[in-house]
Nanobody
Framework: QVLLQESGPGLVKPSQTVSLTCTVSGSSITASDYYWNWIRQPPGKGPEWIGAIGYEGSSFYSPPLKSRTSISRDTSKNQFSLQLTSVTPEDTAVYYC????????????WGQGTQVTVSS
């Protein structure tokens, strides 16, 4: 069974950096043709794709967020992480990590999500 678990601070002040980690079990993040994604859903809005890191280590970012986003991985811990800089209240959302099946073009496993609130 594949499990993804997000972790990180629930409350961040404006202009700070939010750092989230997704710990994966049951699947290696280096296994071929899987892509490891960050997706968020602000209150009252639809989901927004933030970016991803591929099994080979390449990163992909949503253009509107690219300048503030960094996704990295720790293969020894089977984790991947998100850093979002210069946050504002508009970055308040539930943040999810999810696995994308490259061969079949769909998300097959999701974490349960973690709330991030940006407030002073």
């Amino acid at each position: 069974q594949v499990l993804l678990q997000e972790s990180g601070p629930g409350l961040v002040k404006p202009s700070q950096t939010v750092s989230l980690t997704c710990t994966v079990s049951g699947s290696s993040i280096t296994a071929s043709d899987y892509y490891w994604n960050w997706i968020r859903q602000p209150p009252g809005k639809g989901p927004e794709w933030i970016g991803a890191i591929g099994y080979e280590g390449s990163s992909f970012y949503s253009p509107p967020l690219k300048s503030r986003t960094s996704i990295s991985r720790d293969t020894s811990k089977n984790q991947f992480s998100l850093q979002l800089t210069s946050v504002t209240p508009e970055d308040t959302a539930v943040y999810y990590c999810a696995r994308w099946q490259g061969s079949y073009y769909y998300y097959d496993y999701w974490g349960q999500g973690t709330q991030v609130t940006v407030s002073s």
